[in-house]
């Protein structure tokens, strides 16, 4: 579907940026060119945003992923 029409940006094209750390509409903005002309597609992009933002199936951040692995070297550590 397209989310940005002045800037032919799907919401599949969102949820790809969000993957690689977009995190706000300006993210996507400066990524993508949502918003960036009309900016009628401001609100549905929003909601695009906060719906791949939510979703379960997303890897865990890099920070989070890092975080774990040496929680998990000090598991392995301590026995
Ligand atoms: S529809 Fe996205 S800027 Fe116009």
Redesign the pocket.
Known sequence: MYV????A?TERQIDQAVRAGATSLRHLRHQLG????????ARCAQDCLRAALCEPSRPAPAVHAAHAGSSRSLALEAS
């Open positions: 940005c029409v002045c800037n940006v949502v918003s960036a002309e009309c900016g009628r597609c």
